[in-house]
């Protein structure tokens, strides 16, 4: 089954950068990756996608590994704000969009 | 910015109602999703759209009934609700046919059934 894999949950500092990883194994080669976070009470929202090359934006920035195996969503500088819960996703061939379980990111100030 | 307004925040039915919940997108998508959101199972896939009159199975569609009329209006159906429907449910819009497009979320709605 085509699936993602996240940890359950991480924790970081206020202010201090955040990597959070994953694994898409079954990925094939033209299936976009995308990231979304989920803040409570609220729908998820659009943070990234890529194909091949790392990618950034105002939100974050997006490492792709060269096998497309895997990938970690970068927030640069964490706040408070940034408390979410951040899924993993990849667009398969028939554009539905295969979600992982999502990591709980937990900033301490 | 694209708007996905969902007609509820909070539901509260009866089992064997028939519950409607109402999703309206403002961006002219030809793409609308159905998922239910559950602890510990993510976003699971109901329904999709990829056009008006037109409607696929997702991942979980035992239950559930759709109806696209209108573009901008993607309906979801519990013919007879059950309490193991009780759950979140998100409305999501896209650009057709395309894997480089995001979806857009509604805030969803928290359908409890008693």
């Known amino acids: 089954d085509a699936k993602t894999t996240q940890p359950n949950s991480m924790e970081s500092n206020e202010e201090e950068p955040v990597h959070l990883p994953c694994n898409h194994s079954t990925i094939s080669g033209t299936d976009y990756i995308h990231w979304y976070r989920q803040l409570p009470s609220q729908g998820p929202e659009y943070v990234i996608h890529?194909?091949?090359?790392?990618v950034n934006n105002r939100m974050a920035s997006l490492a792709i590994a060269e096998d497309r195996k895997s990938s970690t969503l970068i927030l640069h500088r964490a706040t408070l704000r940034d408390a979410a819960v951040y899924y993993c996703s990849f667009m398969d061939s028939n554009y539905q969009l295969i979600w992982g379980a999502g990591t709980k990111l937990i900033i301490k100030p | 910015d694209v708007k996905v307004t969902q007609s509820s925040r909070y539901l509260v039915k009866r089992t064997g109602e028939k519950v409607f919940l109402e999703c309206v997108q403002d961006m002219d998508h030809e793409n609308m999703f159905w998922y239910r959101q559950d602890p510990g199972l993510g976003l699971r896939l109901i329904y999709f759209s990829y056009d008006v009159k037109m409607k696929e199975k997702g991942d979980i569609p035992e239950g559930y009934s759709v109806s696209r009329e209108k573009k901008e209006r993607f309906s979801l159906i519990l013919e007879s609700a059950s309490t193991n429907q009780t759950s979140m449910y998100l409305c999501a819009s896209s650009f057709p046919r395309r894997d480089d497009q995001p979806q857009h979320f509604g805030d969803g709605t928290r359908l409890s059934i008693l």
């Open positions: 890529g194909l091949t090359s790392n």
